[in-house]
T-cell receptor, first 109, second 114 residues
């Protein structure tokens, strides 16, 4: 299909790791992105990965890319209540970003 | 982040009103975008401008009219809107329209049509 797919909800306890998953569709996508949206705000770019990489780490964030399965994941280590937000993955396709529906992460104390 | 600024943050208008949304970017980017974000739906790309030229128009109804007077400013003129147009309208910019250029978003205008 044409859609970028994500599960809609994820709930974790503070201090645990969160893993947000995404499947995309275009094997020729060169860049894949993760954005965070807090209530009442726009989308904040968290990180992105080039398609020739398998993994990228940036402080508490780890992105894993499985090109064969067109699967992207975002792992947040030591999840904090301030990480509660909606997380969007996006693939670049012919100069456009195609977004998933977003995963709402709820962090419980 | 103050790189992309949108005004107003909230707008309530009747179906017969005319209003405009404004976006300004201070990042030195050459591409600007309008998106519509509705509840429970993925972001919908509406318009793309590159160096003040419109390069994408995704079958958006004519009651939405974009304007890009220079590479730092983008407007969305609204007239005769429908209730289903109520949504969060997001502006974004990027250095170019290439795949390797991340887009930076403003905080959006929350639009409610009465």
């Amino acid at each position: 299909g044409e859609d970028v797919e994500q599960s809609l909800f994820l709930s974790v306890r503070e201090g645990d790791s969160s893993v947000i998953n995404c499947t995309y569709t275009d094997s020729s996508s060169t860049y894949l992105y993760w954005y965070k949206q807090e209530p009442g705000a726009g989308l904040q770019l968290l990180t992105y990965i080039f398609s020739n990489m398998d993994m990228k780490q940036d402080q508490r964030l780890t992105v894993l890319l499985n090109k064969k399965d067109k699967h992207l994941s975002l792992r947040i280590a030591d999840t904090q209540t301030g990480d509660s937000a909606i997380y969007f993955c996006a693939e670049s396709r012919r100069g456009k970003l195609i977004f998933g529906q977003g995963t709402e992460l709820s962090v419980k104390p | 982040e103050t790189g992309v600024t949108q005004t107003p943050r909230h707008l309530v208008m009747g179906m017969t009103n005319k209003k405009s949304l404004k976006c300004e970017q201070h990042l030195g980017h050459n591409a600007m975008y309008w998106y519509k974000q509705s509840a429970k739906k993925p972001l919908e790309l509406m318009f793309v401008y590159s160096l003040e030229e419109r390069v994408e128009n995704n079958s958006v109804p004519s009651r939405f009219s974009p304007e890009c007077p220079n590479s730092s400013h983008l407007f969305l003129h609204l007239h005769t809107l429908q209730p289903e147009d109520s949504a969060l309208y997001l502006c974004a910019s990027s250095l170019t329209t290439g795949n390797n250029q991340p887009q930076h978003f403003g905080d959006g205008t929350r639009l409610s049509i009465l």
